[in-house]
């Protein structure tokens, strides 16, 4: 498996195509670096360097690239790999040679004490924005370099964005910072559709003019999936209350006003089914149906964005205010 | 028609959710994370699988499982997925007369087309 990260990691910085890495599990600082790798097995992963990473990525038979944006308190081997993996079986089950899941991981810990963890992984969320920008530079670089070099064919994968709980706000600040320092206050149309899952940001976030508003410019579609009762969200909203904010969540809400975010924009309730699928924390609920059958059946959300990659757009019930419930 | 049922035997948690999630709609899917399990249930069951199975594992690695199975007469098709190949094992694995060798970075319609192929030919 493919991956990209600014987790720190043991030995140097300096780019050695091929080198066994490994993380610095002890250390949770954003790295301003970023390193281009693939996964060979257990703890095994060998830096790839991003020129190959993106000529491995155009070079391949798939049609679509699917970034995975990890949430709070996730540790690659126990929690990010199993869950892109998750993903991954259930495109190729559905289609094969559809959708190649990339995982972007990100600094966080698992420290003892859930409010702690929550700010401690707040902040790393925030500093890996530059890091991440660089990346985003990386794939405008690999989709325009035709442009600068008529040689080479553009690669036409599309590219989307999958954004869970806290990735949601590594998504934002990432854009933010893309677009502040290396594309003069603007973002260009980088994806096709971008999942914003259980956001963990304020469900003010997409509206026009505030800091996710730089989401929906990136992408043709900009699907939010959203449950109340979420209850790691609860949890959010309690640790958020430190710094004085107690806005709500978008991942519980939807968008506080579908008249001030752009048109792109969809509600997705999740209502009906989070808490089945995730039961009791209605958090994790993008996979398969977990309701005790053998065979896990994917579930209504995966359906959802499947459709969306494959069609490039959002099906809803109510097209005028772009809202739909999965039930 | 019932579907063929095949075990996966693999060290890697990762590798075996998303390669199971994948292949449960057109195989009868059992996984198993080392060798001497994977022998353990061979004998036991009634059915008889497709094996696929990863070479490097801790304890008995693939190629020793391969042997054992082989000294036990049983030609039971065994297809090699493995993330790291190297030039001796698959010498090895084809004296063995191991059925067909891959490397995980295969595409899942090719992977499914060859263990197609192989249970044809048993």
Same mark, same amino acid.
């Given at each position: 498996m493919l991956f990209i990260t600014n987790r720190a990691i043991n030995g140097g910085i300096g780019l050695e195509v091929g080198r066994k890495i490994s993380f610095d599990m002890s250390n949770n600082l954003s790295s301003q670096s970023v390193y281009f790798c693939r996964r060979n097995g257990k703890d095994d992963y060998a830096e790839v360097g991003s020129l190959n990473f993106m000529a491995e990525l155009k070079k391949s038979n798939v049609e679509q690239i699917l970034i995975y944006i990890h949430g709070f308190s996730?540790?690659?081997?126990?929690?990010i790999f199993p869950r892109a993996a998750a993903l991954q079986g259930l495109f190729d089950k559905k289609q094969a040679n559809l959708v190649l899941v990339v995982p972007l991981i990100w600094p966080c810990d698992d420290d003892p004490g859930i409010i702690k963890d929550y700010w401690d992984d707040q902040k790393s969320a925030d500093a890996s924005a530059f890091a991440f920008a660089r990346v985003l530079e990386k794939f405008m670089a690999w989709r325009t370099k035709a442009e600068v070099d008529d040689k080479e064919a553009p690669c036409l994968k599309r590219i989307n964005i999958l954004a869970h709980s806290m990735g949601n706000r590594v998504l934002r600040q990432t854009l933010e910072a893309w677009a502040s320092y290396d594309r003069g206050g603007e973002v260009p149309l980088l994806f096709r559709n971008t999942f914003l899952v259980a956001a963990d940001i304020v469900n003010e976030s997409l509206e026009r003019g505030k800091t996710g508003d730089y989401i929906c410019q990136s992408s043709r579609n900009v699907s939010v999936y959203f449950a109340s009762d979420d209850l790691a969200l609860r949890s959010s909203k309690v640790s958020n209350l430190k710094n004085k904010v107690a806005s709500r969540r978008l991942g519980h809400t939807g968008p506080e006003n579908m008249e001030l975010v752009p048109n792109n924009v969809y509600a997705v309730d999740c209502d009906d089914i989070n808490t089945k699928y995730d039961?009791?924390? #209605?958090?994790?609920?993008?996979?398969?149906?977990?309701? #005790?059958?053998?065979k896990k059946k994917t579930g209504l959300v995966f359906e959802h964005i499947l459709d969306s990659i494959k069609s490039g757009r959002v099906s809803v019930d109510d097209p005028l205010r772009r809202v739909h419930v999965l039930k | 028609m019932d579907k063929p049922a095949v075990l996966i035997i693999d060290d890697d948690p990762v590798y075996l959710e998303s390669i199971s999630l994948a292949l449960d709609d057109h195989f009868l899917v059992r996984t198993v994370s080392n060798a001497l399990d994977a022998h353990k249930i061979m004998n036991s069951a009634d059915t008889s699988f497709l094996i696929l199975l990863d070479l490097q594992m801790p304890g008995m690695t693939g190629v020793e499982f391969i042997e054992r199975v082989r000294r036990e007469n049983n030609n039971v098709p065994i297809l090699v997925v493995t993330g790291k190949s190297n030039q001796g094992w698959a010498r090895r694995c084809a004296e063995l007369g191991v059925q067909g060798y891959m490397d995980k970075l295969v595409g899942i319609e090719e992977l499914i087309s060859e263990m197609k192929k192989l249970l044809i030919r048993r």
């Amino acid at each position: 498996m493919l991956f990209i990260t600014n987790r720190a990691i043991n030995g140097g910085i300096g780019l050695e195509v091929g080198r066994k890495i490994s993380f610095d599990m002890s250390n949770n600082l954003s790295s301003q670096s970023v390193y281009f790798c693939r996964r060979n097995g257990k703890d095994d992963y060998a830096e790839v360097g991003s020129l190959n990473f993106m000529a491995e990525l155009k070079k391949s038979n798939v049609e679509q690239i699917l970034i995975y944006i990890h949430g709070f308190s996730n540790l690659p081997e126990p929690d990010i790999f199993p869950r892109a993996a998750a993903l991954q079986g259930l495109f190729d089950k559905k289609q094969a040679n559809l959708v190649l899941v990339v995982p972007l991981i990100w600094p966080c810990d698992d420290d003892p004490g859930i409010i702690k963890d929550y700010w401690d992984d707040q902040k790393s969320a925030d500093a890996s924005a530059f890091a991440f920008a660089r990346v985003l530079e990386k794939f405008m670089a690999w989709r325009t370099k035709a442009e600068v070099d008529d040689k080479e064919a553009p690669c036409l994968k599309r590219i989307n964005i999958l954004a869970h709980s806290m990735g949601n706000r590594v998504l934002r600040q990432t854009l933010e910072a893309w677009a502040s320092y290396d594309r003069g206050g603007e973002v260009p149309l980088l994806f096709r559709n971008t999942f914003l899952v259980a956001a963990d940001i304020v469900n003010e976030s997409l509206e026009r003019g505030k800091t996710g508003d730089y989401i929906c410019q990136s992408s043709r579609n900009v699907s939010v999936y959203f449950a109340s009762d979420d209850l790691a969200l609860r949890s959010s909203k309690v640790s958020n209350l430190k710094n004085k904010v107690a806005s709500r969540r978008l991942g519980h809400t939807g968008p506080e006003n579908m008249e001030l975010v752009p048109n792109n924009v969809y509600a997705v309730d999740c209502d009906d089914i989070n808490t089945k699928y995730d039961y009791p924390k #209605g958090h994790s609920y993008f996979l398969y149906d977990e309701r #005790g059958e053998k065979k896990k059946k994917t579930g209504l959300v995966f359906e959802h964005i499947l459709d969306s990659i494959k069609s490039g757009r959002v099906s809803v019930d109510d097209p005028l205010r772009r809202v739909h419930v999965l039930k | 028609m019932d579907k063929p049922a095949v075990l996966i035997i693999d060290d890697d948690p990762v590798y075996l959710e998303s390669i199971s999630l994948a292949l449960d709609d057109h195989f009868l899917v059992r996984t198993v994370s080392n060798a001497l399990d994977a022998h353990k249930i061979m004998n036991s069951a009634d059915t008889s699988f497709l094996i696929l199975l990863d070479l490097q594992m801790p304890g008995m690695t693939g190629v020793e499982f391969i042997e054992r199975v082989r000294r036990e007469n049983n030609n039971v098709p065994i297809l090699v997925v493995t993330g790291k190949s190297n030039q001796g094992w698959a010498r090895r694995c084809a004296e063995l007369g191991v059925q067909g060798y891959m490397d995980k970075l295969v595409g899942i319609e090719e992977l499914i087309s060859e263990m197609k192929k192989l249970l044809i030919r048993r």
